[in-house]
């Protein structure tokens, strides 16, 4: 492999420049090496974790300076409507996650209701995060039930009508 002037590991950077837990000069270390470096590393996190200090933002309409607690509103009031979504996508994903597995079990036109309904719960619970937890909305629920009809009826149906279409034609 010829050294490119690339540095770093992952999405950004390709290979790294010098050393990191995982990797040194562009090798990957041993396992046995990574673990003699980890408590390194961990105080090195640890470190730069305790010297973190809030500083104060400039407001560029005005001029001033705010704190990021008034950049981001009152955090503290959504929070309740934030955590009442958190807690309910929850739900409903390890619920779709039970009825993905129920649907593995099982055979014949149970199994495609099963997977038709955890579908759904995955859409519910995902227009939960976006209603609830993205957005902050006081009404999450309703908006999250109008957005997985909306994206049920947008993407899934037309779908599974497609799927239905297929499956007649390939037995005919």
Same mark, same amino acid.
């Given at each position: ?21 995982? %990797?040194?000069?562009? %090798?990957? *270390?041993?396992? $046995?090496? /990574? !673990?003699?470096?980890? +408590? ?7 470190? *730069? ?8 933002? +400039? *407001? ?5 300076? /705010? ?11 959504? $929070? ?8 309910? @996508? ?5 619920? #779709?996650?039970?009825?993905?597995? $129920?649907?593995? $079990?099982?055979?014949?036109?149970? *199994?495609?209701? @099963?997977?038709? @309904? ?6 519910? #619970? ?7 937890? %993205? ?13 997985? !009809? ?8 037309? /779908? ?6 297929? @499956?007649? #034609?390939?037995?005919?």
């Amino acid at each position: 492999m010829v050294d490119r002037p690339s540095i770093g590991v992952g999405v950004l950077r390709v290979r790294p420049a010098g050393h990191a837990l995982l %990797y040194e000069n562009g %090798y990957t *270390r041993k396992p $046995l090496n /990574v !673990l003699m470096v980890l +408590p390194e590393f961990v105080m090195k996190i640890c470190r *730069r974790l305790a010297s973190v200090r809030f500083r104060k933002l +400039p *407001r560029v309409a005005s001029g001033f300076a /705010v704190d990021v607690a008034e950049l981001k509103g009152n955090v503290a009031e959504g $929070l309740v409507s934030v955590v009442q979504a958190t807690r309910f @996508a929850t739900a409903i994903f390890f619920l #779709a996650l039970g009825l993905t597995g $129920l649907s593995i $079990l099982v055979h014949g036109n149970f *199994r495609a209701m @099963a997977q038709w @309904a955890a579908t759904l719960g995955f859409v519910i #619970a995902w227009a939960a995060v976006s209603a609830g937890i %993205y957005q902050k909305n006081d009404d999450w629920l309703s908006g999250a039930c109008f957005k997985s !009809l909306k994206w049920w009826g947008i993407i899934f149906v037309p /779908v599974g009508i497609l799927n239905l279409v297929f @499956a007649v #034609a390939n037995n005919a």
